[in-house]
């Protein structure tokens, strides 16, 4: 079992930035490979990034890609989200998620563990 907590969200102006970051409880957290997904009012929750569980390997949406990097500590189970250059497209509710496989997908039902979500707003 995971449990999985976000920080750091909060209201900035466009062009502005904020990091995030997600605790994880238990011995085990770097067995999962991390991600961000965000979802917006009215819409459906959609991948921003993740990470494997060493780290190294990233992936990114193309929407957020040179903007956001997500990265981890293994030694203080955490993962995070620099977000860089906001948008106001990129309000939403964001959330990390824990998944026990090593391949890389998108889909949030792949996901195994989910924390309760932080609010982005991004203000123009």
């Known amino acids: 079992q995971v449990q999985l907590v976000e920080s750091g969200g909060g209201l900035v102006q466009a062009g502005g930035s904020l990091r995030l970051s997600c605790a994880a409880s238990g011995r085990t957290f770097s067995s999962y490979a991390m991600a961000w997904f965000r979802q917006a009012p009215g819409k459906e929750r959609e991948f921003v990034a993740r990470?494997?569980?060493?780290?190294?390997?990233?992936f990114y949406a193309d929407s957020v890609k040179g903007r956001f990097t997500i990265s981890r500590d293994n030694t203080k189970n955490t993962v995070s989200l620099q977000m860089n250059s906001l948008k106001p497209e990129d309000t939403a509710v964001y959330y990390c998620a824990a998944d026990r496989g090593v391949l890389h997908t998108t889909i949030p039902q792949r996901y195994d563990y989910w924390g309760q979500g932080t609010q982005v707003t991004v203000s123009s």
């Open positions: 990470c494997s569980r060493s780290g190294i390997t990233t």
